[in-house]
């Protein structure tokens, strides 16, 4: 039956798809007597699939980068998610540039598949709108400093009061424990403070960051990660709910095996290199004949071997077979290896290393991005439509892919407080009398 399924919904003949009767049962997991509808060929349209996250409602009351990037990651695979923002001021991320007449041109991407609210939670009647929402909610995500949710009285203890088994993911600079708990925390620092930093660039220039927000996507990961961990572990294990603790720095930190094995054992310190050092030979960036730069790493003995194909070098084997061999003698090998590139254009230097099976790029800029063929086939870039700016945005596309319950771009960043009559109305059931009083006092 599951396989004559698939088949029918693949082949987009969902005509003769066979209709169960529909489930309607009170969502186990939220607060009152909301009912839930699970039966996903109510509104099936040809071709569309339910997304994996279907029935799951999430609170963004983040901003910036990382927390509200983990919300969108889940968003983007069909939860409900209420993206919470002060009135008549919204995120900080709607005016973080690059700007077009104004308008942050990042917002669509970064506010897509949400539905926007206004909220201020310094009023009595603010936080018991926010306790509302809570009680039919799954998720919060917050990336206030630790403890001012608690400072405002809508902390952890209290929202378990009006919801049980909510999950609460804490995204932060330094994590909810520790000396450093109530710091305030940005990216940039934190990558900093991470190690990493320290490890970027040459060894007789300054440390450099990265020139986009690294700790904060990664962060946000991270986030959306443990969100889904938390949520598997209260439904499918039939847990508790629990909060989720992410701090910007350990994200990065904890790439950081090699680098934490050597100091532990022998005292080293990791210094600054432009590629990682003392795992792989050869390993690096190496101009071309034609002026370009390519990407050689040999990671594994394997590779190395076919390497030696594609450069015509039997003679390096088996002398130079083993990691060890080539770490001990490297410069022989990486002199070889900037030879042949600065003789071969980068073409051939590809197509060779293609044939042999040798992981070879050149360094892309987003132009070659745009016009490559590998993008275009995984749809990686995507145009997504802005309100807001009169036009559409091109953006990253949906990732991870799933073949079953693929994601959607269902629309773009709203304006601030674009789904108020919605939430406040429909979802909390407020009247129009009252949601005007809550406009007029700027609750909302």
């Known amino acids: 039956m599951l396989f004559k399924l698939q088949k029918l919904l693949y082949s987009g003949d969902i005509k003769n798809v066979p209709q169960p009767d529909p489930i309607i049962r009170t969502h186990p997991y939220r607060n009152g007597t909301e009912q839930i509808n699970y039966d996903v060929y109510d509104e099936m349209e040809e071709k569309h699939m339910a997304q994996c996250l279907e029935g799951i409602r999430v609170l963004d009351i983040a901003t910036v980068i990382a927390a509200p990037f983990a919300a969108g990651l889940l968003a ?11 009135p008549g001021r919204g995120d900080a991320f709607r005016a973080m540039g690059p700007l077009k007449d104004g308008v942050s041109v990042r917002w669509p991407s970064m506010g897509r598949n949400k539905k926007t609210v206004t909220l201020d939670f310094h009023y009595e009647e603010g936080k018991e709108l926010f306790m509302k929402l809570v009680a039919k909610s799954d998720v919060v995500i917050e990336n206030f400093k630790t403890g001012t949710l608690d400072k405002w009285g809508i902390g952890v203890d209290e929202m378990k009061k009006v919801n049980p088994n909510i999950i609460v993911t804490h995204v932060t600079g330094y994590g909810q424990t520790g000396p450093n708990a109530k710091l305030a925390g940005l990216g940039t620092p934190l990558q900093a403070f991470s190690g990493m930093t320290y490890m970027q660039g040459y060894p007789d220039r300054p440390p450099v960051s990265p020139p986009f927000a690294l700790a904060d996507y990664v962060g946000g990961l991270n986030a959306a990660l443990g969100t889904m961990m938390a949520l598997y572990h209260r439904d499918a294990m039939k847990g508790a709910g629990q909060e989720v603790d992410v701090s910007l720095y350990e994200g990065l930190f904890r790439f950081m095996d090699a680098m934490t094995a050597e100091y532990g054992l022998w005292g080293k310190v990791r210094e600054r290199s432009p590629m990682p050092s003392g795992a792989s030979c050869p390993i690096g960036t190496f101009e071309t004949k034609d002026k370009r730069f390519a990407i050689i790493v040999c990671s594994t ?18 002398k130079y077979d083993l990691a060890k061999d080539r770490l001990a003698d490297p ?18 230097i590809k197509e060779k290393c293609d044939k042999a099976g040798v992981p070879i790029s050149s360094i892309y800029n987003m132009k070659d991005i745009f016009e490559d063929a590998q993008y ?18 091109k953006a990253p596309g949906i990732f991870p892919v799933l073949t079953g319950t693929p994601g959607e771009i269902k629309w773009g960043g709203k304006k601030i407080g674009a789904c108020n009559d919605e939430i406040y109305g429909s979802l909390l059931g407020l009247s129009a009398e009252e949601l005007a009083e809550l406009r007029e006092k700027k609750i909302i």
Not at 301 to 318: I, K
Not at 331 to 348: G, L, Q, R
Not at 376 to 393: F, K, P, T, Y
């Open 76 to 86: 983007d695979f069909g939860a409900e998610v209420i993206k919470v923002e002060m």
């Open 376 to 393: 275009a086939a995984r749809h990686d870039i995507v145009d997504i439509e802005s309100d807001e700016l009169g036009c559409s945005v």
């Open 331 to 348: 410069k022989p090998i990486m002199d070889a290896v900037t030879e042949w590139c600065a003789t071969h254009t980068y073409d051939e």
């Open 301 to 318: 003995n394997p590779v190395f071997w076919h390497l030696c194909d594609a450069m015509d070098r039997p003679d390096w084997r088996p």
